[in-house]
């Protein structure tokens, strides 16, 4: 899938339960149809010097910047940054139009 990417790279503050954090974002998500493909982890295996303390990753997918740019000033996401940006102790968002590849066929 191509599309608009926003990918975010977060270090939680301690004592947060991620698990409702990450419930309330799955609700934003479902309530915004400008978001095409959602998927959130934490890092499991990276050497620490690598992951420089970040625990957690989120990728959203649209269709076109200006997409984006819409589901950034809805008042649901306005709303539930408030709460996102509280809980947050490190954090670095990376925006980009995605080039897809086809892996060679052996």
């Not at 790279?9 to 947060?16: A, H, P």
């Not at 309330?24 to 959602?38: N, P, Y």
């Amino acid at each position: 899938m191509g599309g608009f990417k926003h990918l975010v790279i977060v270090r939680f503050k301690e004592g947060t339960v991620v698990e409702e954090i990450m419930k309330g974002l799955e609700k934003l998500v479902s309530e915004i149809d400008l978001v095409k493909s959602f998927s959130w982890g934490q890092d499991l295996e990276s050497p620490e010097m690598l992951a420089q303390g970040f625990t957690h990753a989120i990728s959203m997918t649209f269709d076109k910047k200006q997409d984006y740019t819409a589901f950034q000033t809805h008042p649901n996401h306005v709303e539930f940054s408030a709460t996102f940006s509280a809980a947050i102790e490190k954090i670095v968002v990376l925006c980009f139009s995605s080039v897809q590849v086809k892996p060679a066929v052996a």
